[in-house]
């Protein structure tokens, strides 16, 4: 689903049943309407509403820089697939051109492949396993002969030996998700709040209804973060595949 789409479900959704509830409250108990539990509703709002809002706070920062990671980790993985392109220019060209089609052929089944299963939340550490076994075919099959083949061999070698850390890196933030109590907090946290706002009296109806549908899209739009956020690699707000295709990586595309 695209996040439009979730949006209107999470946010439209969680509106729509406030609103119901709200009435349904009211018209069952039509004396909330005179305001006499205010005081203890309002005290009783703001305590759950500060405590609620730093576990939110905690769970949104917690998610971002996850975020923030699986971008970088895919940065560092891309610069190594390009570094390891550059170096391999002083390779004799059948090397070289074996060590490029490898590489192509590697970031073609992580973008192509890969990536949609990632969006999904499982990345299967399968995919692109045996690109990345030509990789290394090329490297140890070869014999670098000159002191400056060497000196590049090693370099290489160790970016390749990078793309691999990487790319378990990548793997492991795209098969996490928000732990099973941060989502019973955060989750149903939300559920007893908003039936909360229901308590509160307030003579004109429409603010009433005003009142409700305020905190209520406030929760929506704060649980929609949080769900965006735990897939970093699906929706809008996501990691892309751009790295993969800028630099000396761009010839393969």
Known sequence: MSTTAIA????????????????????????????????????????YGAIYGIILAFVVVTLWTQAQEADAV????????????????VFPPSRRDRVHAAVGAYIHKVVDVQWPLMRTGKPRYSVAQQQMRDLFTALQTYEPRTEREKAFYRKATDDLNEVVTQRRARMTIAD???PGLLKT???????????????????SRRVQLLFVASVAALIGFSLLLVVVLD???????????????????????
Do not use: C
């Open 8 to 47: 209107a479900v999470i946010v439209g959704g969680i509106v729509v049943l406030a609103l119901a509830g709200s009435v349904l409250t009211h018209r069952l108990h039509p004396e909330l309407a005179d305001g006499q539990h205010n005081d203890m509703v309002g005290v009783v709002l703001g305590m």
């Open 74 to 89: 895919v940065q560092r993985e891309a610069s190594s697939l390009a570094q390891l392109t550059w170096d391999s220019e």
């Open 176 to 178: 996490q998700e928000l």
């Open 185 to 203: 907090l955060v989750y149903g946290a939300a559920l007893a709040f908003i039936p909360l706002t229901f308590l509160y009296g307030i003579n």
């Open 231 to 253: 897939h970093p690699f699906a929706g809008s707000i996501s990691v892309d595949t751009t790295a993969y295709k800028v630099g000396p990586l761009s010839q393969f595309w």
